[in-house]
């Protein structure tokens, strides 16, 4: 059974810095990972995707690495920004012959950006 | 940009009442599925679908959950008698080779 789990809880860094969250799971035999934001009370908006075959993904300030055969994944946020206080989830999605495997989410980590 | 449509965003029903969530996939998708979070908690899996049929479940959809596509367009999830339990931020999704989430609908039960 997949576990998926995001150290640390919790990350509070002044406005500026750079950080990196932690994302790793159990079973390696993954088709994609993906990581998302939810907002307080809010849905899931994904933020990057990266295929079993990548080993990273960037989008403007992100950048997302993956090492499957480690079971870990980083998310790397660049130059924070208060507007970037969430709480961050990573997500797997395993091989299937159906295509249509469930997504097992981490426990998320949550973010405050100090201005 | 296409996107995942949920209604209502929140409702309040009593234990032992009927609650119909209702969804709006991306329209060129063709699995579907909905995930439940409790306060605090993970966002747990409860169901896949695709083509009319579900595709998988967890253990906790059992048989108070149904889950049905009635038109080209609608995805809903049905609870039929509503426990405290099941107070709960529930999402719809759909995919290609991305999931992309609904806003949610918050479902208090009092």
């Known amino acids: 059974k997949q576990e998926v789990t995001q150290i640390p809880a919790a990350l509070s860094v002044p406005e500026g810095e750079n950080l990196v969250l932690n994302c790793s799971f159990t079973d390696s035999a993954i088709y994609n990972l993906q990581w998302f934001r939810q907002d307080p009370g809010k849905g899931l908006t994904s933020l990057l995707l990266i295929q079993s075959s990548q080993r990273e993904q960037t989008s403007g300030r992100l950048n997302a690495s993956l090492d499957k055969s480690s079971g870990r994944s980083t998310l790397y946020i660049a130059a924070s920004q208060p507007g970037d206080s969430a709480t961050y989830l990573c997500?797997?999605?395993?091989?299937?012959?159906?295509?249509?495997?469930?997504?097992?989410f981490g426990t998320g980590t949550r973010l405050t950006i100090i201005p | 940009e296409p996107e995942v449509t949920q209604t209502p965003s929140h409702q309040v029903t009593q234990m032992g009442q009927e609650v119909i969530l209702r969804c709006v996939p991306i329209s060129n998708h063709l699995y579907f599925y909905w995930y439940r979070q409790i306060l605090g908690q993970k966002v747990e899996f409860l169901v896949s679908?695709?083509?009319?049929?579900?595709?998988?479940k967890s253990e906790i959809f059992d048989d108070q959950f149904s889950v049905e596509r009635p038109d080209g367009s609608n995805f809903t999830l049905k609870i039929r008698s509503t426990k405290l339990e099941d107070s709960a931020m529930y999402f719809c999704?759909?995919?290609?080779?991305?999931?992309?989430f609904g806003p949610g609908t918050r479902l208090t039960v009092t």
């Open positions: 999704a759909s995919s290609g080779v991305e999931q992309y």
């Open positions: 679908f695709y083509n009319n049929e579900i595709s998988e």
């Open positions: 997500a797997v999605r395993l091989i299937s012959n159906f295509g249509n495997e469930k997504l097992t």
